[in-house]
């Protein structure tokens, strides 16, 4: 090469720039197929490996490491899931708690960033593949919802019925909750899924749980907290009860409310109410509800609490 030439740019640069680009739509990620597609060669794959650029999470799948989210974020979530779906195959789709996790069904466990649910068409036409659950559920393709971004997954109510008979009854009323709640499901679904779950181990149980659910429930806490309360004999009047000053102008709307014990109750998640301003705010609304209402009181409980039930039934027979 002579002096101040230019290096001429390698005949891969092309193909590897376009298999970039395929994988900036896929949160990160691309098959071997894809890249294949835009003229990658198995060299250049190995070159990319040996060099950090690339990483390959599943079999005949790559990450291209400079495009990948932050750990812990839910597009990192979102791109292990599109790792896995391109791992399984084209008739693959994202089931069970993964699923869940994708339509923003609360009350699972965290995810531990590695565990991924999917679904084939049959058994057998999948080997395994280290890293994913892999399940042969017969779902029919009505079933099957297909993303803005490509990710296939079961629909909300599908999604439902498969975890509910794999899950405890607290965390099965927080998910029926929370997809009530959010409009995911409705009282038309609930049928659908009892229907499409006979049968199945546990059936009966979910059948049992179906009417502890309640669409005010508006986070996990409030679900177990107040199954606490079912369960020792002190349900709440109401959920989300809301109360008014002078003027009729709505001051607060809370969690819990007994009333014959004239007894507020508030659960207090860590995120929404740690905030310095969510502080401020809860302290305004009590000393509002305080002027406007001195006969009635409130306790509060948190995710500690449900840690020892006889705390939260206790507080609530002294304070009422």
Not at 190 to 215: K, M, Q, S
Not at 240 to 266: C, K, M
């Amino acid at each position: 090469m002579r002096k101040n030439e230019s290096p001429r740019p390698s005949p891969s640069e092309g193909p590897v720039a376009a298999a970039v680009g395929t994988a900036f739509g896929q949160y990160g990620v691309l098959s071997w197929p894809q890249a294949r597609a835009h003229g990658v060669r198995h060299c250049d794959v190995r070159r990319l490996r040996r060099g950090g650029a690339w990483g390959s999470p599943y079999p005949q799948v790559y990450s291209v490491r400079s495009l990948l989210p932050s750990p812990g974020t839910d597009d990192m979530f979102l791109s292990v899931v599109m790792a896995a779906q391109l791992a399984t195959g084209p008739r693959a789709f994202a089931g069970g708690e993964t699923a869940a996790r994708l339509w923003g069904m609360r009350g699972l466990r965290r995810w531990d960033g590695r565990e991924v649910h999917m679904v084939i068409p049959a058994r057998g036409t999948q080997r395994h593949v280290h890293g994913i659950t892999l399940h042969t559920w017969n779902v029919p393709e009505e079933e099957v919802v297909t993303r803005g971004d490509r990710i296939r997954l079961t629909s909300p109510r599908r999604t439902l019925a498969d975890v509910l008979t794999r899950v405890d009854r607290d965390t099965a009323v927080c998910l029926m909750d929370s997809s009530l709640n959010q409009g995911l499901v409705d009282d038309e679904d609930t049928e659908w899924i009892e229907t499409t779950n006979r049968g199945r181990r546990g059936c009966v149980n979910v059948r049992a749980w179906w009417p502890l659910a309640d669409a005010r429930a508006q986070s996990p806490l409030e679900t177990r907290v107040r199954l606490v309360c079912v369960d020792g004999g002190l349900p709440p009047t109401a959920l989300q009860q809301g109360f008014t000053d002078g003027s009729g102008s709505l001051i607060a709307v809370v969690d819990f409310w007994w009333e014959e014990r004239r007894l507020i109750g508030e659960a207090d998640g860590v995120g929404p109410h740690s905030t310095p301003q969510a502080l401020l705010r809860d302290r305004e609304r009590q000393n509002a509800l305080q002027l406007w209402y001195p006969d009635v009181r409130v306790v509060r409980f948190t995710w500690r609490d449900l840690q020892r039930p006889g705390y939260i039934l206790s507080s609530i027979t002294r304070a009422g």
